[in-house]
């Protein structure tokens, strides 16, 4: 069982930078791949970055590659996305989550374990 606490989310300019926190408990977080997720009003819950268990393999959706970037610190029980060059489009709740595949997944669905999410709003 892995319980996850998300902060860091706000209001900001486009352009402007934000930090994201997942906090896990748990003695078992290090196995788990983890994976940050988003969802619009009105749109599906979109897949945004992934990092393996051991952190060394990463992933990103196209609309955020080169912008964000995901890390973890097992040792903190916690996973970051720190987001750059933020666009209004990025404005969503966004999730934290754990995946039993210790690669992480592209795939909201093969995540097991959610976080209650972080509002991001970006203005223009």
């Known amino acids: 069982q892995v319980q996850l606490v998300e902060s860091g989310g706000g209001l900001v300019q486009a352009g402007g930078s934000l930090r994201l926190s997942c906090a896990a408990s748990?003695?078992?977080?290090?196995?788990?791949?983890m994976g940050w997720c988003r969802q619009a009003p009105g749109k599906e819950r979109e897949f945004v970055a992934a990092?393996?268990?051991?952190?060394?393999?990463?992933y990103y959706a196209d609309s955020v590659k080169g912008r964000f970037t995901i890390s973890r610190d097992n040792a903190k029980n916690t996973v970051y996305l720190q987001m750059n060059s933020l666009k209004p489009e990025d404005t969503a709740v966004y999730y934290c989550?754990?995946?039993?595949?210790?690669?992480?997944?592209?795939?909201?669905?093969?995540?097991?374990?959610w976080g209650q999410g972080t509002q991001v709003t970006i203005s223009s």
């Open positions: 989550a754990a995946s039993r595949n210790p690669a992480g997944s592209s795939v909201p669905s093969e995540y097991v374990y």
């Open positions: 748990g003695r078992t977080f290090s196995r788990y791949g």
């Open positions: 990092i393996s268990w051991s952190g060394p393999s990463t």
